[in-house]
């Protein structure tokens, strides 16, 4: 994204750092997204047990204080577990604690996906927190949108769809492939 010339000097160096942050914010929302839908579908699949299937109909039952309780309660509940992992890191076990901190991101990610999908008629009921739900949706299509005007992601849909075009017409290393198998391959008697 070039910089315009008559941006004060601090406004350019915002521009410039926040740029890589930007960046990790939508590769973290990215995950979630991709995440949350598979995530929840798995769990969802759990539903075919009789027990389960009545878990979910208790929780999506809930009214919105114990709904929001129950939503909250994998957060809370995680909380102890990256604060081992973290104390593993600060041990010297990075790849141990790296590991933990995954499994809780992913695990954590899981239940509250399947948890929102079940509580979200009752969540949307409290006013805060519809409101905080619609202003981080709204942030999230800001980013997206700001994200896909940089030049970073021009670049990267010019060079898949380039990708994409040459993946379709044969080429020549693939032509040269196949005369030299047919030349040099596995004869048939």
């Not at 759990?46 to 389960?52: D, E, I, M």
């Not at 619609?134 to 990267?156: I, Y």
């Amino acid at each position: 994204m070039p910089m315009p010339d008559h941006l004060p000097r601090w406004q350019r160096l915002r521009r410039v750092v926040s740029w890589p942050l930007l960046l990790l914010l939508a590769a973290i929302i990215v995950f979630e997204e991709y995440a949350w839908d598979e995530l929840a579908a798995l769990l969802a699949r759990l539903a075919k047990w009789p027990l389960f299937a009545r878990l979910e109909a208790g929780i999506a039952a809930l009214g919105p204080r114990m709904a929001l309780a129950v939503f909250l309660l994998p957060a809370l509940m995680l909380l102890p577990v990256k604060l081992a992992a973290l104390l593993l890191i600060e041990q010297g076990h990075a790849w141990l604690g790296l590991a933990v901190i995954l499994l809780a991101k992913v695990g954590g990610t899981a239940v509250v996906a399947w948890l929102f999908k079940l509580t979200r008629p009752a969540l949307m009921s409290v006013a805060w927190f519809a409101r905080l739900h619609a202003g981080f949706v709204a942030f999230r299509e800001r980013l997206f949108a700001r994200l896909r005007a940089s030049l970073p992601w021009l670049w990267l849909q010019q060079t898949l769809a380039w990708l994409r075009a040459w993946r379709e017409q044969p080429s020549a290393w693939s032509r040269l492939l196949r005369r030299l198998v047919r030349r040099w391959g596995p004869q048939k008697h």
